[in-house]
């Protein structure tokens, strides 16, 4: 069930102090201020937890809501957050651009740096939130991608903006080995719209570069689960030289040595949240994707998706 927070139950007077807390609450630490005229701010926030995502919905009055210096400075928070229009209009401001966001659209924001957002009437948005070292093993020039409108009427946005809808209306009613596998779906389908937008164009990759990239990625596959993977075995098994695997690899969001650790913690997040491994420690699912210190992959755990293994045990 979504954890609900309103200002409904609370006096006019005290209003929009709650509803700073509630949003603060919900998502990072922030300032609102009622829209041109008004003196409070009146809203509900639904809050569902989807592996290591957020989903949220947000019903409310007009308002500006700003993530200052201050506040970022007050709390090392690092999340990528994605407002995602239902009703009404908003604008996300940040880095030197403004999304516009009519219904079915949606546009990127990061936590780590200043944004405004400026709601002129009454409206509704789902706000997906997500860890920020995530998705910046997906996608690259993250700080290019911010505050840029994505479409929801075609491509890659159409689908995120169906997939969103559906998953809030049924995510109580889905299965708990099914939400890391679901949770991933929404992260590729946010990636994939991200992509398609100018800031993320990198170079062209060669023939041959795109060849060994995909050689690299089917052996970390293959062989994820053993400690002794790293750039130089990699190498040679591929019969390369670690130079020529790093200029085939560069262009890439991350180092490679930074992806497969990645893909490591992404397995273990899988296996946490399956019920059918519950009988197996935290200890365990770590050795068993490769790790060999349980406090070392703690700590990386807790940098890629913002919680402890632990949290997310069925």
Not at 132 to 154: E, H, I, K, N
Not at 184 to 195: C, F, H, N, P
Not at 221 to 246: F, Q
Request: proline share 5%; aromatic share 6%.
């Amino acid at each position: 069930m979504p954890r609900v927070l309103s200002t409904a139950s609370v006096a006019d007077r005290d209003r929009l102090a709650y509803w700073t807390d509630m949003v603060c609450d919900a998502y990072v630490q922030l300032d609102c201020d009622p829209g041109a005229g008004a003196s409070t701010i009146e809203g509900e926030i639904a809050v569902d937890r989807l592996a290591t995502l957020e989903l949220s919905r947000v019903t409310s009055t007009a308002q500006l809501v700003r993530r200052t210096p201050s506040r970022i400075a007050a709390a090392a928070e690092d999340f990528f957050l994605v407002s995602i229009q239902s009703r009404g209009r908003g604008r996300v401001a940040q880095d030197g651009r403004e999304a516009v966001l009519e219904p079915g659209d949606f546009a990127l924001y990061d936590s780590t740096r200043p944004y405004t957002l400026t709601f002129d009437g009454d409206f509704q948005q789902y706000v997906l939130m997500l860890p920020g070292p995530m998705l910046r093993t997906m996608l690259r020039r993250t700080d290019a991608l911010t505050a840029t409108t994505v479409c929801g009427q075609r491509g890659a946005g159409h689908l995120m903006i169906g997939m969103i809808r559906t998953l809030a209306a049924e995510i109580d009613t889905l299965a708990p080995e099914s939400a890391a596998a679901v949770a991933d779906s929404v992260t590729q389908i946010l990636a994939a719209g991200l992509a398609a937008l100018p800031g993320a164009r990198g170079p062209e990759c060669t023939q041959l570069q795109t060849l060994h990239r995909e050689q690299v990625r089917a052996l970390v596959r293959e062989r994820l689960r053993n400690p002794g993977l790293n750039v130089g075995e990699i190498a040679r098994r591929l019969r390369l030289s670690p130079s020529t695997l790093h200029r085939a690899w560069a262009g890439e969001p991350c180092s490679l040595s930074d992806w497969i650790w990645a893909q490591r913690l992404d397995g273990a997040r899988r296996d946490l949240c399956d019920p059918a491994l519950a009988g197996r420690s935290v200890s365990q699912i770590a050795f068993s994707w490769g790790f060999n210190d349980a406090a070392h992959f703690s700590r990386a755990f807790r940098a890629r998706f913002g919680c402890a293994p632990s949290e997310l045990r069925p």
